[in-house]
């Protein structure tokens, strides 16, 4: 144990010389070479809205323009003759008025006037080092197509891995996931998508080094759940956790359930441990009263109320609706999924295959989700639109735990009936 405490604080020292480095790297890109395709970026943001719609006529997803002109505002407001300070401040420039319009914002910023400095120091803000690179050489519907090819790449590669490494059942259930939480639509939207860039690319590392030891997991899931903290908004960081430990699930040989409980421990040891790095260095560097800013606006996102219709058990209620859809006919798909599901179980049920600590994982993890939405109440209730998608962890739950209860050779025998009668 004492090696593994070791190993974790030299973890947490190098990424946090990792993380300062490369947003000090990437904010000494020059204002001007970032700033030449602020026009364009200005342009799709006023066309489209804060909040447009994308996906088919029944199950449409609103992006989150909102925020993604607050991060192009941020990877703007750099200041590259100063790229340390603008690493910890974390610099955006607001309107002198309406500056709630961050379209307008951002139009003020080419212009050089209207606006003044504000800080946004309580998150790293680690999607800078692919986004300022990005806006050299294109605009925001250019980094959005990038986006979405390197999610779609992603999503292929992890897919092929865990065909090959834990399994047919593991990859479908990552497949139906995706699907689940409107997955082929986020990568037109960088604030919704990063949480799954980092989950995959974290995933595909793990599936790729089948011979770590446990203790190797265990540093690997801190450090994942560092970069998570890096590089998201507290969007749905749920994600990225969900995939890395369906993973080990298949994995790991004994102590299942303690295992499991242990990885994501260290998943959240190193979430908050980076993130909160973030504030002490910003509150003894460039930003006093970091710290008593950054415990605010958590105590903020955990129980203040929002509305008169606020509750802990409304914001659960709102994201379970919202991954549902409102649609009458996404209703009526599920219905019929719901029946089919019903019909297949009846068909193929056994209790004599299922393992017990298995199924315990899979009805803990299932759960989570709800217990976060109950816990971050005032923040997943005011950002249902994205917090949904911490739920692909309970539709790869539910099932895999479906899976420790079908008659599988059954299965396989209907299925060679009917091929033979084809």
């Known amino acids: 144990m004492l090696q593994v405490i070791y190993r974790i604080v030299l973890s947490y020292v190098v990424l946090l010389l990792i993380f300062v480095g490369s947003l000090y790297v990437v904010n000494n890109i020059p204002t001007e070479m970032v700033r030449k395709n602020l026009e364009g970026s200005v342009a799709v943001i006023k066309h489209e809205g804060m909040y447009p719609s994308r996906g088919i006529s029944w199950r449409k997803i609103v992006l989150d323009n909102f925020t993604d002109a607050i991060m192009l505002n941020v990877a703007y407001s750099v200041d590259s003759n100063d790229p340390l300070r603008s690493s910890i401040r974390t610099i955006q420039h607001d309107g002198d008025e309406k500056a709630e319009d961050q379209a307008l914002n951002l139009e003020k910023i080419g212009q050089k006037s209207g606006v003044h400095e504000t800080v946004y120091e309580r998150y790293w803000h680690g999607y800078l080092i692919f986004l300022r690179p990005l806006l050299t050489i294109g605009s925001y519907a250019h980094v959005r197509v990038v986006w979405s090819i390197a999610l779609y790449i992603l999503a292929g590669l992890v897919f092929v891995e865990m065909r090959k490494r834990v399994g047919i059942r593991a ?3 990552f497949l139906i996931g995706l699907i689940a939480v409107d997955f082929f639509w986020i990568g037109e939207s ?4 990063n949480v799954f860039m980092t989950g995959m690319i974290g995933s595909y590392i793990l599936l790729k080094n089948q011979h770590w030891s ?3 997991t265990l540093i690997f899931f801190f450090i994942m759940g560092g970069v998570t903290s890096y590089i998201d908004f507290l969007s749905a960081p749920l994600v990225g956790l969900s995939l890395l430990l369906f993973i080990a699930v298949e994995r790991i040989r004994g102590k299942l359930v303690q295992k499991v409980a242990l990885l994501a421990f260290f998943w959240m040891v190193g979430y908050s441990s980076l993130w909160a790095s973030k504030w002490f260095l910003a509150e003894f560097t460039y930003v006093r009263g970091a710290i008593t800013s950054g415990y605010t606006k958590v105590e903020d996102r955990m129980m203040s109320p929002v509305d008169a219709e606020f509750s802990r058990v409304v914001a659960v209620k709102r994201n379970f609706l919202q991954f549902r859809g409102y649609d009458k006919r996404n209703k009526f798909a599920l219905l019929y999924l719901g029946i089919g599901y019903s019909i297949f179980m009846l068909r193929y049920l ?5 393992r017990f ?7 803990g993890l299932g759960f989570l989700p709800y217990a976060w939405y109950f816990f971050a109440a005032e923040h997943s209730y005011i950002h249902v639109l994205f917090t949904y998608r911490n739920q692909l962890m309970t539709v790869i739950s539910f099932f895999l735990l479906s899976c420790e209860f079908v008659h599988w050779e059954k299965l396989r025998k209907d299925c060679r009936i009917v091929a033979r009668k084809t």
């Open 171 to 173: 990859a479908f259930a």
């Open 190 to 193: 960088l604030q919704l998508s």
């Open 214 to 216: 446990f203790s190797s």
């Open 350 to 354: 056994t209790f004599r295959s299922a």
């Open 357 to 363: 600590e298995r199924v315990i994982i899979f009805l």
